[in-house]
C-alpha cells in the first residue's frame, strides 16, 4: 500500500555557497513531533549534566572525608608512645646491659629446646650480652643491633623447622611398633603418627621448605615429602589429593593437599613423618615447642 502524499513532508536544505539545493522527504508526522523529540533530548541531556555534577560533589565530599580521616589517623600515631631500642631499667642493679642479658637467656633457653630435636644450637657468644672485655666496648644501640639480627635469623630458622600439627585433630595411631592394622597377628614398625581426618579435609605443611617428591608411592599412596634445614624431611601419606609440585617452595601454614586413604590404608587419615638425615624420628617431639 503506497503512503499517502500528505503523510510525506519535503525539507530543502538551501546552500549558502550556491551549490545546488537537496531535499528530504521525511513523514510528517516526525515534523510534528519534532518538538517533543528535541524537548526529549534535552531532557537527557540535562540529566546526564545533573549526574556528572552530583558525582562531582560526591567525590569531593569523599576527599574531604578522606583527608578529615588520614588527620585523624596522624593525631592517633602522634599520641602512642613510641618504644625505645633498649628499655631503660631503674635500679641500682638495672641497666640496659641486664635487660639484654634477661633476652640471652631465653633465647638460651630455645636453642635448648631446638638441641633436644638434634637440631644444631646457635651460640649467642658475640652477641654483646657477655660480661667480657669485648662485650663491654659495645654500645647499648650496638648490642640491639646484633640481637636483632640474631632473632630475625632465629624466626627464620624455626620458620624452616617442622613444628606443630599438619592437621588439628586426634590420634589414631602413634610412632613406633604396632599391629599390622592388615593381619593382626604380625606387627610392623610405622615410622610416623596418624592423624584423623575426613577424606577432603585440608593437609598444610608444618614448615617452610621445598617440595622434593610429589606422587604415588607404594604403601604411602599420594605422597609429598618436603625437605627442610638441618637434613630434616616431612612426608604426608595417603592423601586423597596433591596440591603442590616438586620443585616448589612453601611456607609454613600452606595447604598442600587433602586428607585420603590411599595406598596402604584401611580409612582416610593422615600419616605424617619426620625424618632427620633419612631416617624418621617421633613427630611427637616436633609438635610443640616444650619437649
Known sequence: MKKKTSDISTV??????????????IKTKHLNRIKHYA????????????????LRSQNTAQEIEKQK????????????????????????????????????GKLKTINDYLRRRGLKGFSTKGLGGDSNAEGKKLSDKEVYSLYNDYLNHLMGTIA???????????????????????????????????????????????????????????????????????DIQTVYGHLSKIKVKV???????????????TGHSTGAHLHYEVRRNGKPVNPVNFLTLNK
Open 69 to 104: 580521616l588520614l588527620v585523624q589517623i596522624a593525631k592517633l600515631k602522634g599520641a602512642i608512645p613510641v618504644a625505645t631500642a633498649v628499655p631503660q631499667v631503674q635500679g641500682k642493679e638495672g641497666s640496659a646491659q641486664s635487660y639484654i642479658q634477661a633476652i640471652e
Open 160 to 230: 624452616f623447622t617442622p613444628m606443630g600439627y599438619p592437621r588439628i585433630s586426634s590420634f589414631t595411631s602413634f610412632f613406633g611398633y604396632r599391629s599390622d592394622p592388615f593381619d593382626s597377628s604380625s606387627a610392623e614398625f610405622h615410622p610416623g603418627i596418624d592423624f584423623k581426618g575426613k577424606k577432603g579435609d585440608e593437609v598444610k605443611c608444618t614448615a617452610s621448605g621445598k617440595i622434593v617428591f610429589a606422587g604415588w608411592t607404594n604403601g604411602y599412596g599420594n605422597c609429598i615429602r618436603i625437605q627442610h634445614i638441618n
Open 247 to 261: 620443585g616448589q617452595q612453601v611456607n609454613l601454614g600452606d595447604e598442600i593437599g587433602l586428607v585420603g586413604s
Open 12 to 25: 530543502v536544505i538551501i546552500n549558502k555557497n550556491q551549490l545546488p539545493t537537496k531535499s528530504l522527504q
Open 39 to 54: 524537548a526529549g533530548i534535552a531532557a537527557v541531556v540535562v540529566v546526564l549534566v545533573g549526574c556528572v555534577f552530583y
